[in-house]
């Protein structure tokens, strides 16, 4: 019965990938998107594959400092390739274990250590990112609110802040030391991210309101869950932002599709990993 949820969970988050790739390149051919990314910028391209790259080896370090809280001290270039093949399967295999779970039976299997306290690090660590994508949107909200209403931020975002932190110390006392560190990693991956973001913007075009795309992206990060690898939610939003503030359609739907394009390249490396067969090692 689990597996088969998992099945049908799968097939729905699919198929909401393809109805909504359909209505984008409905919307914006795919000709003309492929026109846009041929003509793009290659230097620009290159600084938002680097700046993206960098996120995710700021994530794995995330991650490997709640093993390291637990006292699983895995070296960081173990992790940092346990880490890849974990989005390669995120990525590329539906329906398949996930990458978080890789990871937890990878480690399991090594070293015997405690599925629980994986699972749990593992979740804390999306957990994080989670809080700093919410962060990030409140303070880009001021843009989107009238007059002075913004100034309603200025106290909303440190009492959001605490109440995180209370509750963060409540339910994961294991890991309440680490809650800035964490915090403030997940912060500087979802920063790099909208950099990216920013440098694949302009390999098409100089964009001034480029604080709507990086909402966009954080919301779209959010609602990835309900589709394959957030592949079409990406989409079809930078579509709707771009028809709702006037933006070229076209370099929005490209923006988005690259920025999948740049995580199914870095994610293949982990492929690479998991072919050769490479060895974990602890620290000391």
Request: net charge positive; hydrophobic share 55%; proline share 2%.
């Amino acid at each position: 019965m689990k597996k088969l949820k998992k099945i049908v969970i799968t097939i729905i988050k699919i198929s909401i990938s393809i109805l909504l790739l359909y209505f984008v390149f409905r919307k914006v051919p795919f000709a003309e998107v492929w026109s846009l990314v041929k003509e793009s910028k290659p230097l620009y391209l290159v600084l938002g594959l680097m700046t993206f790259t960098y996120s995710q080896l700021l994530s794995s370090t995330r991650l490997l400092s709640f093993f390291h809280t637990n006292g699983y001290l895995l070296k960081a270039q173990s992790n940092w390739k346990l880490y890849l093949i974990g989005m390669f399967y995120n990525f590329f295999i539906p329906g398949g274990i996930g990458g978080d779970a890789y990871k937890v039976y990878v480690l399991n299997k090594k070293f015997d250590w405690s599925v629980k306290k994986l699972m749990t690090s593992v979740f804390c660590d999306r957990l994080s990112g989670l809080m700093a994508i919410c962060f990030l949107i409140l303070l880009l909200s001021a843009k989107f609110l009238p007059g002075y209403w913004w100034t309603l931020l200025i106290p909303t975002i440190p009492i959001a802040y605490f109440i995180a932190r209370f509750l963060w110390g409540k339910l994961f006392n294991s890991f309440s030391g680490i809650f800035n560190k964490s915090l403030l990693y997940s912060l500087g991956v979802q920063g790099l991210q909208l950099l990216s973001i920013f440098f694949i913007l302009n390999s098409f075009t100089s964009v001034d309101s480029v604080w709507i795309y990086f909402m966009v992206f954080l919301l779209s990060s959010i609602l990835s869950l309900i589709s394959f690898s957030g592949i079409g939610v990406r989409e079809w939003l930078f579509m709707q932002a771009a028809n709702y503030y006037a933006f070229d359609a076209g370099v929005s739907v490209s923006t988005a599709m690259l920025f999948s394009i740049m995580t199914a390249l870095v994610s293949l490396v982990g492929l690479i990993y998991q072919l050769t067969h490479f060895s974990l090692e602890k620290e000391g």
